[in-house]
């Protein structure tokens, strides 16, 4: 294109339609205004779809979107560098291509956090995993759930890591289950035993579900022994069992009977009074 002044050499500035004699010329008679800004943006758009095609710009929108392509997916596509897709983007959209990176990360993020949410859910294991193990734990934590929903107690699964279930009243609570009784050899009495790892010993709380008898156990982990499991008898008595070798006797105390149905310890903090009263728990039945 030709100088809008004199007509006779190409333009050769960026912002004015003038070559570099006339743009000195007018800058001193103070007449620039008299020739207006050319549109950079367009400008560049034309020369860009000149020399590689209109369809880089439809490619330069998709990257926005894209989750999985970047600068590098169009630079490689072109056969320009990375760097050069990155100057062409800023001058086509008027801003650094790390705002969309970043924008990108964050959505990232945003969706495996709902991806965790959803896997912690207890509703989601039951419905979907298959029959075993994992999915008779994961009916527990739902009872759980319900439970405490219904006694009006904020509860929610906990996502920052998989060794704790849930999150009830600001307290970490794991959730054990026993689906069937056994006999400590050499004894007579049936209990329910709930293993519980190291890893786990983070939380407050340890909810152990005796599914035959359809009771929970609220367990403070303070009274946790400092073994891996604990030995919950079938039934609140006091037994004298005999050891292996038939010598010794030992008595059960079954002490954590004085916990069941105690729904009342995970209330909040500050709404905790006694909480036992000549040996008798304050909790509340399940459903």
């Not at 959209?93 to 949410?117: A, C, M, N, S």
């Not at 026993?178 to 050899?185: R, T, V």
């Amino acid at each position: 294109m030709l100088c809008q002044y004199c007509e006779i050499k190409e333009i050769e500035m960026k912002r004015r339609p003038l070559c570099k004699e006339c743009y000195q010329f007018l800058h001193k008679e103070n007449c620039l205004n008299e020739y207006p800004l050319i549109d950079v943006r367009s400008s560049f758009i034309e020369s860009l779809t000149d020399k590689y095609g209109e369809n880089i710009i439809d490619e330069y929108a998709k990257i926005i979107q894209s989750e999985k392509q970047g600068l590098k997916s169009i630079a490689d596509k072109y056969g320009f560098t990375k760097e050069y897709a990155r100057q062409v983007f800023e001058k086509l959209y008027g801003f650094h291509y790390t705002v969309i990176k970043r924008e990108k990360i964050k959505k990232k993020e945003e969706k495996k956090l709902i991806e965790r949410q959803l896997k912690k859910d207890p509703t989601y294991k039951v419905e979907n995993f298959k029959d075993g193990l994992v999915k008779r734990g994961a009916i527990a934590e739902k009872k759980v759930l319900n439970i405490c929903a219904t006694l009006g107690y904020t509860v929610k699964p906990f996502i920052e890591n998989n060794s704790i279930d849930l999150v009830v009243n600001d307290y970490l609570v794991e959730v054990k289950s026993a689906w069937k009784s056994m006999i400590i050899p050499g004894g007579k009495t049936p209990y329910y035993r709930f293993n519980l790892r190291d890893s786990q010993r983070k939380t407050d709380f340890i909810v152990c579900y005796a599914a035959p008898l359809n009771k929970f156990f609220i367990i403070p982990i303070n009274d946790f022994n400092n073994g891996c499991s604990i030995w919950v008898a079938e039934k609140e008595s006091n037994v004298w069992n005999f050891s292996k070798d038939g010598k010794h006797q030992y008595k059960s105390t079954n002490r954590f009977w004085k916990y069941l149905e105690a729904w009342h310890l995970l209330e909040r903090k500050e709404n905790k009074e006694i909480i036992f009263t000549n040996g008798i728990n304050k909790g509340v039945s399940s459903p």
